[in-house]
């Protein structure tokens, strides 16, 4: 009995520690990760931008609320959807009810059905009904060159972006920390777009 308790405990402690670990190896973030080009669905992880400390990079308080999709991971380059708004003024993000709040920030050379300005704007919903994935030029998190932002391809010659301070997943989150500097966190539990959250995703 003493050692059926004892190997439970043991099990238990290292299922612990494998939940708090941080994953920083890019081909092992991405395979905990869902993307657009290999499911018939469109999964969409919801978080916020935090503003950061330039000196210290220390994490400061709430810049944005954050929409993310990623699209597809190639070579330790992830492509992806992104959508940031504001705080409505009860001071919650609202991931069901962003209709009634400006986008503030998006991909420039993504095809979406509510183009305001330039080739794109963001639109409520990211869903696959929204946003031509097939056909739209996405933003990058490359790994190799410490790259983030937009390519190349959408912004010739050399993409317009920032450096790449950090990629992760810890504590149930997928963590991006720029040169910006901002810090962009998502819950890595994906959602379905049609049925946001209602409640705080953190």
């Not at 220390?58 to 991971?73: D, E, N, P, T, V």
């Not at 409505?88 to 300005?117: I, L, M, P, Q």
Request: proline share 5%; hydrophobic share 35%; aromatic share 10%.
């Amino acid at each position: 009995m003493w050692k059926l308790m004892v190997s439970i405990m043991v099990v238990l402690g290292a299922t612990s520690v494998a939940g708090a670990q941080t994953i920083t190896d890019p081909n092992e973030i991405a395979s905990r990760l869902r993307f657009w080009a290999q499911e018939a669905g469109d999964p969409v992880y919801y978080g916020e931008v935090k503003n950061v400390s330039p000196g210290s990079r220390q994490i400061l308080g709430h810049y944005q609320c954050l929409a993310l999709a990623f699209i597809k991971y190639e070579g330790g380059v992830f492509h992806y959807a992104h959508k940031m708004w504001g705080k409505s003024s009860d001071g919650s993000c609202h991931y069901d009810d962003v209709t009634s709040v400006k986008v503030g920030n998006h991909g420039a050379c993504v095809r979406d059905t509510n183009a305001g300005f330039g080739r794109a704007i963001g639109t409520a919903l990211m869903t696959k009904e929204n946003i031509d994935y097939m056909n739209s030029i996405f933003r990058t998190i490359d790994t190799n060159t410490r790259r983030v932002g937009e390519t190349g391809a959408c912004v010739p010659p050399k993409g317009v972006g920032a450096g790449l301070y950090s990629i992760k997943i810890e504590n149930g989150g997928f963590k991006v920390m720029t040169t910006r500097p901002l810090d962009y966190e998502v819950n890595i539990d994906a959602q379905e777009p049609h049925h946001p959250p209602t409640n705080p995703v953190f």
